[in-house]
C-alpha cells in the first residue's frame, strides 16, 4: 500500500513539475470535481489494502468490477454519454456507499466471511458508477457486475494455506 502511495505521489510530481499539472488551476470548489476526487480517493486507498490481502488475483469479479470502473469513468470524464451531475446528493451517496463496500470487503478478509465479501462488493458496485455519474456504468454494475461477483470466493487464502 505505501509502495502504491509512493508511486501515485511521484506521477503527481512529475506531472506537476512538467508542467501538466499545476494544482492552482484544479476546480476545487466545484461539487463535481470533489466528488470525483472524492472517489478517486477512497479507490486508490480500498485498492492498495486489498491488494495485499488477495494476493493480485485477477478472477470474474475483479474483471466485472475494473469493467464498471472503465466504463464509469470513460462515460463520466471523457465521452459524458449517459453522463450526469445532479443531483449531487445522489452522487454523494454513490461515495458513500463505495466507501461502505469498501469497508465491508476490508473486515471480510479480516474475518474470512464470504458473505460479507459479497456484500461489499455489491455496495461498491452500487456506489462507484453513481459516485461518478454514470447511467452506463449503473447498467454494466447491473447486468454483468452482479452476476459476475456472486460466486466471488477467498481463491487465493485457500491456495497460500495448502501449500
Same mark, same amino acid.
Given at each position: *500500500?505505501?509502495?502504491?502511495?509512493?508511486?501515485?505521489?511521484?506521477? !503527481?510530481?512529475?506531472?506537476?513539475?512538467?508542467?501538466?499539472?499545476?494544482?492552482?488551476?484544479?476546480?476545487? /470548489?466545484? +461539487? &463535481?470535481? =470533489?466528488?470525483?476526487?472524492?472517489?478517486?480517493?477512497? #479507490?486508490?486507498?480500498?485498492?492498495?489494502?486489498?491488494?495485499?490481502?488477495?494476493?493480485? +488475483?485477477?478472477?470474474?469479479? #475483479?474483471?466485472?468490477?475494473?469493467?464498471?470502473?472503465?466504463?464509469?469513468?470513460?462515460? +463520466?470524464?471523457?465521452?459524458?454519454?449517459?453522463?450526469?451531475?445532479?443531483?449531487? $446528493?445522489?452522487?454523494?451517496?454513490?461515495?458513500?456507499?463505495?466507501?461502505?463496500? +469498501?469497508?465491508?470487503?476490508?473486515?471480510?478478509?479480516?474475518? *474470512?466471511?464470504?458473505?460479507?465479501?459479497?456484500?461489499?462488493? #455489491?455496495? =461498491?458496485?452500487? @456506489?462507484?458508477?453513481?459516485?461518478?455519474?454514470? $447511467?452506463?456504468?449503473?447498467?454494466?454494475?447491473?447486468?454483468? @457486475?452482479?452476476?459476475?461477483? !456472486?460466486? &466471488?470466493?477467498?481463491?487465493? =487464502? /485457500?491456495?497460500?494455506?495448502?501449500?
Amino acid at each position: *500500500m505505501v509502495l502504491r502511495s509512493i508511486a501515485v505521489l511521484v506521477l !503527481i510530481g512529475v506531472l506537476w513539475l512538467l508542467g501538466i499539472l499545476n494544482p492552482e488551476t484544479l476546480p476545487w /470548489h466545484s +461539487s &463535481e470535481f =470533489q466528488v470525483c476526487g472524492a472517489t478517486v480517493l477512497l #479507490y486508490l486507498f480500498w485498492s492498495a489494502s486489498e491488494s495485499k490481502n488477495r494476493g493480485g +488475483s485477477a478472477s470474474l469479479p #475483479y474483471i466485472v468490477f475494473y469493467a464498471v470502473l472503465l466504463v464509469s469513468s470513460v462515460d +463520466s470524464f471523457l465521452l459524458e454519454l449517459t453522463a450526469y451531475n445532479s443531483p449531487l $446528493i445522489l452522487r454523494w451517496t454513490g461515495v458513500a456507499l463505495f466507501a461502505a463496500g +469498501s469497508f465491508v470487503r476490508l473486515v471480510a478478509y479480516r474475518n *474470512m466471511s464470504l458473505r460479507n465479501l459479497r456484500l461489499g462488493r #455489491y455496495l =461498491q458496485l452500487a @456506489g462507484l458508477p453513481v459516485a461518478l455519474g454514470s $447511467i452506463a456504468g449503473t447498467v454494466v454494475a447491473l447486468v454483468a @457486475g452482479i452476476p459476475g461477483s !456472486i460466486h &466471488e470466493d477467498f481463491e487465493n =487464502q /485457500h491456495e497460500e494455506t495448502d501449500i
